[in-house]
């Protein structure tokens, strides 16, 4: 399977800043996902990224707020824009990796203050 | 729509005994099954997934999980458990042809000596 790293592992934020979280696979994946798991909840997709096209937005999560990158087949960015201290999640990313096998990044700790 | 529900936020247990970590779902169409296991500043790990076939799906540290159409439910079990196996446990699902999973909410698994 994919070995995803994903960085930074974790950071700390003053609120109205932007964090940009990098996910880079050792191999070329077609789709990636970015989800966020706030304290105490479980996993929300927030949008699949496609290289080549437009990042897919779940509902809740717009593109101002959590504009994504995907400039090739094993790398992908998602930026956290204007932070509150509601934003204060794991964010983590994930692969399909043939079949229907799907790995997740180790996650990004975020918190603002 | 999908839904899926994990009955237990928490569940002590001591070294050596059997668990059973249950997960109930709901959906309007066919869907793939997934048991992910995140332990102390990790991402998700794969224990295991059911397709198809074989209702009971042996997975990886010992984990064995059944699925139940008539009770929509996917029950993870193991009949003797670590320390080390202390973690959050997430169920999933994802529809078939879909790329979306949904996540329950978890269940912390507190092995105890």
């Known amino acids: 399977s994919a070995v995803i790293s994903q960085k930074p592992s974790r950071d700390i934020c003053q609120r109205g800043t932007s964090l940009t979280i990098q996910c880079q696979v050792d191999?070329?994946?077609?789709?990636m996902f970015w989800y966020r798991q706030q304290p105490g909840q479980s996993l929300t997709l927030i949008a699949t990224?496609?290289?080549?096209?437009?990042?897919?937005?779940e509902s809740g999560f717009v593109i101002d707020k959590f504009p994504i990158s995907r400039p090739n087949l094993t790398f992908s960015t998602l930026t956290v824009s204007n932070m509150s201290p509601e934003d204060s999640s794991i964010y983590l990313c994930?692969?399909?990796?043939?079949?229907?096998?799907?790995?997740f990044g180790s996650g990004t700790r975020l918190t603002v203050v | 729509a999908q839904s899926v529900t994990q009955l237990d936020s928490q569940v002590p247990v001591f070294e050596e005994a059997p668990v059973e970590l249950r997960c109930n779902y709901s959906?309007?169409?066919?869907?793939?099954l997934f048991w992910y296991v995140q332990y102390p500043n990790q991402g998700l790990q794969l224990l295991l997934k059911?397709?198809?076939?074989?209702?009971l799906v042996k997975g990886i540290n010992g984990f064995e999980a059944e699925f139940n159409k008539s009770q929509t439910s996917f029950h993870l079990r193991k009949p003797s458990v670590h320390i080390s196996d202390t973690a959050e446990y997430f169920c999933?699902?994802?529809?078939?042809?879909?790329?979306?999973?949904?996540f329950g909410s978890g269940t912390k698994l507190n092995v105890k000596p």
């Open positions: 994930s692969v399909r990796t043939g079949g229907e096998g799907y790995t």
């Open positions: 191999s070329q994946v077609t789709m």
């Open positions: 990224a496609n290289q080549g096209s437009e990042a897919t937005y």
């Open positions: 959906s309007s169409v066919s869907v793939y």
């Open positions: 059911y397709l198809s076939g074989s209702t």
């Open positions: 999933a699902v994802t529809p078939r042809g879909f790329n979306k999973f949904y």
